[in-house]
């Protein structure tokens, strides 16, 4: 159906009095945080919202839209790219929480009915004795979904639910507080049933003279604690706190068995002033170390707090990352006892993004799916269920995902970033999202976000790399990405696809020859797309032109094909033409030019 058509003649627009109403109810809307947090949904209410005062009902168009409110290239094809659909459909659902909460008590209702982008103004009252007014039909939706009632009908029902709106926002923020791991009891609830890996850290003992004090090891302690807290898909508990002190616990056997570490640690003083930090893992399941190592050179007095630093700052790197002793040895336990548990069906997704040939069963989204349905607060499970969708669409050969799709992955990133606001997981899941989804300004500050919950997570910050370079940020996002590596994060075939595609942006020759062995190896679409930017920057044509030719071969709908992962991959104007303008000289659109259909 065409969301283009044009709207059908409607009513004239507002004019003096009522249009300064509605200008002034605009205003008040994109001052809530929603829209301050989304430039980009307030240039989209302000544009049909505009359009509409000026009569200019009929240019409501999906192209319109895209083209002067989203800054899409007057290329843009709104038959291929879903983002005004996408974006409508957030921004509906921003009016919504912005009626029930914040502007419960606005005197006028600016609403976008389902079907079309044309807004209605409505002054909040009960609705007429009479036969209700019906608005002028619109254009249909992507979807054949009945229009729903009208803003005028709706508006008791919101009044009536304004405040309770306000105390369930409430209570979700609350919420969003508790089911980090290690809050209250209800997030320990949550974990209980999820079944997440519990880490317990134990006070630090000193040994010989020269040690630290008792107070100097308790503030180890705490901070070891605290930076372990920032990570997710683990329960943090404080020395004592977790009932599995004797014997094997009951909690490491059976069905739904969950895996408890220690953390424990010595501290020896040493003639020369210093003093070692000996520091241990033990599983408690089974009593064995799993992973042990001594920091040397500790320095206490004015330099204590940067041995501190980076005592806090390698152990967590170590054993707390995404592939880190703990997370890796915890996933491969859920997998084996107890893989239909909530943490062995994320244990399955993450296998499959990362290609591990226990994750080969399935991509685990049917399983995170029901996760999530049955646990609604586990925003950890939202993450990781938008993180698998989207990775299985990059890595399909027909990368390009419908409208209800794309909404289906933000809906779950967005949910879970809202639910754990502290997660930077969540955070960096979102990022990710919204890059696909053609939301580049949007995915940089929550990217930026990411990287400031947790700065000791070199996996997120590796992610957010790949982030920057697609939106823009080139230099920043590589160095980030280099960096990131350097310090421990594990190198995936998305990263070397962002790494290709930064050389390429840069004309950086050393940079390409070094990707194009690692591009030639991995079969995802997206890397070979990498390759042939690399080998144009080495100006090996025909090695590039039969990439390009691979390319087309992949894609069942060609070089249109092509044309769209890069605008998904590359959503910032500018770099998306460098790379189609390459992809040109190397025979992109040849089977145009042959007036040959589509291969698939």
Excluded at 135 to 164: E, F, I, K, N, S
Excluded at 476 to 500: C, I, S, W
Aim: with cysteine.
């Amino acid at each position: 159906m065409d969301l283009d058509a044009p709207a059908p003649a409607e009513a004239a627009p507002p004019g003096g009095n009522q249009a300064i109403l509605v200008r002034a109810a605009l205003e008040r809307v994109l001052a809530a945080p929603d829209f301050i947090a989304s430039p980009r949904l307030a240039a989209f209410l302000r544009f049909v919202v505009e359009a509409t005062l000026e009569g200019r009902a009929d240019e409501i168009k999906g192209y319109t839209i895209a083209v002067e409110a989203l800054g899409r290239p007057p290329s843009f094809d709104p038959q291929s790219d879903p983002i005004v659909r996408v974006e409508a459909t957030r921004l509906r659902r921003a009016l919504e929480r912005y009626y029930t909460t914040v502007g419960a008590e606005d005197p006028l209702v600016i609403d976008i009915p389902k079907g079309g982008y044309v807004p209605l103004f409505q002054p909040r009252a009960e609705a007429p004795a009479g036969p209700e007014p019906q608005p002028a039909p619109a254009a249909p939706d992507a979807t054949d979904a009945p229009r729903p009632t009208p803003v005028w009908q709706r508006t008791g029902m919101r009044l009536a639910a304004a405040a309770a709106g306000v105390v369930l926002l409430a209570g979700l923020a609350l919420l969003a507080v508790q089911i980090n791991p290690f809050g209250s009891d209800r997030g320990t609830a949550l974990a209980d049933r999820i079944r997440l890996p519990v880490v317990e850290v134990r006070p630090f003992e000193a040994a010989g003279p020269g040690a630290p004090a008792e107070a100097e090891l308790r503030a180890i302690e705490e901070q070891m604690r605290d930076a372990f807290a920032r990570f997710d898909f683990v329960e943090v508990k404080a020395a004592g706190a977790t009932p599995h002190e004797t014997g094997v616990p009951e909690i490491c056997s059976g069905p739904q068995s969950r895996s408890v570490f220690a953390l424990a640690g010595l501290a020896e003083g040493r003639a020369d002033g210093t003093f070692s930090l000996v520091t241990r893992v033990t599983d408690r399941c089974d009593g064995s170390i799993i992973w042990s190592a001594s920091l040397d050179g500790l320095a206490q007095g004015s330099a204590l707090a940067d041995s501190e630093r980076r005592a806090v700052r390698d152990v967590a790197t170590a054993i707390m990352e995404s592939y880190g002793v703990i997370p890796v040895r915890a996933r491969a336990q859920a997998l084996a006892k107890a893989p239909d548990s909530g943490f062995g069906c994320i244990a399955a997704a993450v296998a499959y993004v990362r290609g591990d040939p226990q994750g080969q069963r399935g991509n685990g989204t049917a399983c995170l799916v029901q996760l999530t349905r049955r646990e609604r607060d586990f925003a950890l499970g939202y993450a990781v269920r938008a993180t698998a969708q989207l990775y299985a669409t990059l890595h399909d050969d027909t990368p390009n995902p419908t409208a209800e799709e794309m909404e289906e992955f933000l809906d779950a990133a967005e949910r879970a970033a809202e639910l754990a606001p502290a997660s930077a997981y969540a955070a960096r899941t979102l990022a990710l999202v919204q890059l696909f989804a053609g939301e580049p300004d949007d995915a940089v500050a929550t990217a930026e976000k990411a990287l400031k919950l947790n700065p000791l997570d070199f996996d997120v910050a590796a992610t957010v790399a790949t982030v920057f370079i697609g939106a823009g940020r080139v230099e920043e996002g590589e160095a980030l990405l280099l960096r990131a590596r350097r310090e421990g994060a594990v190198r995936t075939n998305h990263q070397d696809t962002f790494l290709g595609m930064a050389a390429f942006m840069r004309n950086d020759v050393l940079a390409a020859q070094a990707m194009v062995p690692q591009l030639t190896l991995h079969s995802a679409i997206e890397s070979k797309l990498a390759l042939a930017l690399c080998l144009h920057t080495l100006g090996r044509a025909s090695s590039e032109r039969e990439v390009v030719g691979a390319l087309l071969h992949r894609m069942p709908d060609g070089a249109e094909g092509v044309r769209r992962l890069v605008h998904r991959l590359l959503p910032a104007p500018a770099l998306a033409d460098k790379a189609l303008a390459a992809l040109e000289t190397a025979g992109l659109s040849r089977e145009a030019v042959a007036g040959k259909p589509p291969r698939g």
